[in-house]
């Protein structure tokens, strides 16, 4: 089957648009970010923001292997989420909900299709983007969680906290609100992951 007469041509224009659309969104929330005082929080979103970009890129690099002629134009017929209001902490839950959708649905389903038309290396993207998006969804609830609950600068026992701005360093359960060394503000101490 050639690549542009299958489904999973469709379905890879798609997943371009949709990992361009999540790019913009985690903008938008890197964005929020920043303008509320997390500096830190925004740098840890604007990796996400750099993930996509490089999802989006692959999959126009597979769309593009389907013809040495120029591609004018893919029509695709489908629908994408625009839920997010500006609330940072409400988009950091609405955030994972969408890498939830796409690592447990999404990807899955165009996988499938992809190994059901034969196109293997396609299909081995997807098994790839799917590991990400399941770590997104994975960063995002935490980051929700200690949002949400406030604990982002505050714990519940004492850990070593670290200025990202001069490299100070401090154990103690609640973060400086003003970095002792340098004056950079509470939001650009690093902050406290799950997974790290
Ligand atoms: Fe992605
Ligand atoms: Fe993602």
Redesign the pocket.
């Known amino acids: 089957m050639k690549l542009e007469e299958s489904k999973t041509f469709i379905n890879l224009a798609k997943d371009f648009a949709?990992?361009c659309q999540?790019?913009t969104r985690y903008k938008f929330l890197e964005y929020g970010a920043r303008k509320e005082g997390y500096g830190c929080l925004a740098e840890i979103i604007d990796k996400v923001v750099y993930?996509?970009f490089?999802?989006?890129r692959m999959f126009y690099t597979f769309i593009q292997r389907a013809s040495k002629e120029q591609i004018k134009n893919i029509d695709i017929d489908t629908g994408y989420p625009f839920k997010q209001k500006w609330d940072l902490i409400e988009n950091l839950r609405i955030s994972a909900e969408d890498?939830e959708h796409?690592f447990t649905k999404i990807y899955p389903e165009h996988r499938k299709i992809a190994e059901e038309e034969g196109f293997s290396e396609i299909a081995d993207l997807y098994t790839n983007?799917i590991q990400?998006?399941s770590c997104?969804h994975k960063l995002f609830t935490d980051l929700y969680n200690q949002m949400s609950k406030g604990t982002i600068y505050k714990k519940a026992k004492p850990v070593k906290w670290k200025c990202a701005a001069c490299g100070y360093e401090h154990t103690s359960e609640e973060a400086w609100k003003v970095c002792p060394l340098c004056l950079a503000p509470q939001g650009m101490v690093m902050l406290k992951l799950k997974d790290e």
């Open positions: 949709g990992e999540a790019r993930n996509e490089n999802h989006a890498e796409e983007i990400v998006e997104h």
